[in-house]
């Protein structure tokens, strides 16, 4: 089941810069062990903006709500959640 | 060149529903040739709404433009344009 | 799988109202049967306001997409999806 | 008489982990509290989001205040509230 | 119980004069009706505009939603409610 | 001359408690001084925040800004004003 | 007593062009009797757009309330009323 | 050349009174110099706000740009601007 | 004195083609006749969108007014205008 | 390939003064150079706001987004980006 996620990250200004990158690392290993898995799909980076928008493939909602809760950015980011379906006019049955 | 476009589409109610029909299977030809072509990389709908979210690779702003603006529903249609670059936490190199 | 749909109708001044009351009759009937077989699980009215709050237990997003695509009342409506999980505080194991 | 209230809950980066979970305790008795008398019906998370969709069944607009008043993190929280009815569609006498 | 409630006006130009007056009369009866019962207990215009303020005091939400629905200019109006209680500063036991 | 206003109340988190009680009791006292003066028509609790619909009687905008400037919460409100006028369709000849 | 006003106009594309030219001949000498009375103190024009900032003089809510219904080309217009005082940085005493 | 400038003062709570009071009146005196050249023709209090609607006549876009960077409460406002014409309808011919 | 202009372009769908191709080739003649007097200096269409980002440069409020009520397609658009000045940081003395 | 940026800047009223001074510095060097380079094509004022209007000039997003997260003042910006073409009303072949 998919989902497109937006996420915008906002580290405040006075936050420690070595916390901020052990952060980033973690959140870094966090998504490429869920994109082996095939369960992000898909993650661009937002030109100009420290945001992306990413796509799920998840058993249901629980997982989903569960793998974002486990970001270890959450806590500094604004996400919005929009479940996808097959589009009728895709050349593809499953694309993902 | 990648670009996340959203799509809604708003066809007036009194809009004839022959001439709907047409425009409708005129976009589907329309939409899955450019997706023959890799132009138009993905194509999801939105649950519950008369609305995709896309992802097209163009050459650049240009042949983003012309290929919007040749959509047979394009004058139902509000659209917003988000420009993408790779996500350097993608395990891609090139994720289109 | 749980969503909460937020729908309001706006039907305009000037259409039939003879049309007006079947489309209401059919689209009670239709939400009656999905209530019946327990996809529809909850339909309370917004006090003041043509508007409904419902929660709907679907297998995924596409059977949520088919079911709202459905109601009769769709092409007047505003609808917002809002996919649900269980709580960590509820009494319930699984609040439907 | 039912209430539809939205709960989304913002803690300071800052704020002490310990006190906050202490908190999130205590929020979580109180809840269950008054799901268990019956006046908060349902409560569910809205998948990706410290956030919940709750249904109060409440004697008047005073109780729902000082229900609300007296969760533990309320001053953390971005609440919306809308009145409900009974649906004229609903196929329950009594929906809550 | 009380809520207040606002109402904005509006009525297509084109709307034949004569019905917009008979509906005008019709509304200001149905209003003072309900104003002499003691349901709707203040009723401004908002200056500069087809607007007015509105403070009921009814039952519970169904009565409101009943009253609401029965407004002749109903459905050109936008509605917002919100539910009020009484304020510990006010010095009247019972203001309505 | 009668205004609307629309009072929500946000104390920082972190501010002294001790201070917060003190400033509540020196706005409730003022609150009432000016209710028992006609000059505060009414107060009533938005259900479920920390807000207010308040109706005032003053001579002129002069007055009611010297009035909201002196609230001891004035710092931390929103305030928003709404002047108002008697409604032809008031029983009233003139609700205060 | 002051108030700005913001006026914006929107005549619909199909409205008859003689209508339209007349009611705004109308509204120009409605405007300039008042003017000329000392209530409308003010109008500029806002560059490029349909629209104007205007400062009243009345003598309460009423009397302004009257005079924008009062305008020829209030059905077509958007307005938002301020109250306004002397502000206790002007030079003048009574700037008007 | 006249533009409306409407500005809004954020103090944060925690500033020190003294520096405060010290920025309004180098405020003041910055707003008194400037109306008396004539060139700030007008500023009224928004009521209940802390708050002002200005007239500007200046020279240019670059005059009203360096006279609103000269304010000395400029770090705590939210400024927006609106470039004025003379309005048609206005029995003045050079009305500032 | 330098403008920069947005421009949404909404002609309705049942506009008559014949009209609205006619209105384009004047609006088009209207334009470049500007952008060769040098007072229309940039204009560029915004990708996947019926708008354009306009620069202008003109005496005064006045003449930007006059030059945008002379727009052919005018009362198809929704305009926003945003006075410009020279950047501290650019390297050319005067940018247009 | 060109783009136009929005940029706000906020620097908190308690950032060390000296610290911003040299940002601002850096960041008028980065720019120049970019202008230099002919990628940074124009920047404006918006007169009256810490805020730019700029046009860059880039191979493709991935270069605008290098150059925009380059800036220093980057952390203190609201950045928002629109895609260019050329307009067809241009009297110019290309227009940068």
Redesign the interface.
Request: proline share 8%; hydrophobic share 40%.
């Given at each position: 089941?998919?989902?497109?996620?937006d996420m915008t990250v906002n580290i405040?200004?006075d936050?420690p810069k070595e916390q901020a990158e052990a952060l980033k690392a973690t959140?870094?290993a966090y998504?490429?062990q869920l994109?082996?898995e095939g369960k992000w799909r898909?993650?661009?980076?937002?030109?100009?903006?420290y945001a992306?928008?990413s796509?799920f493939d998840v058993k249901?909602?629980?997982e989903?709500?569960s793998i974002?809760?486990g970001l270890p950015l959450y806590?500094?980011m604004e996400?919005s959640?929009?479940?996808?379906?097959?589009?009728?006019?895709?050349?593809?049955d499953d694309?993902r």
């Open positions: 089941m998919l989902f497109k996620v405040p200004l936050y959140e870094k998504s490429q994109q082996r898909h993650i661009w980076r937002v030109a100009g903006l992306n928008v796509i249901d909602n629980e989903l709500h974002l809760m806590p500094f996400i959640v929009t479940p996808l379906c097959r589009h009728p006019s895709s050349v593809k694309d």
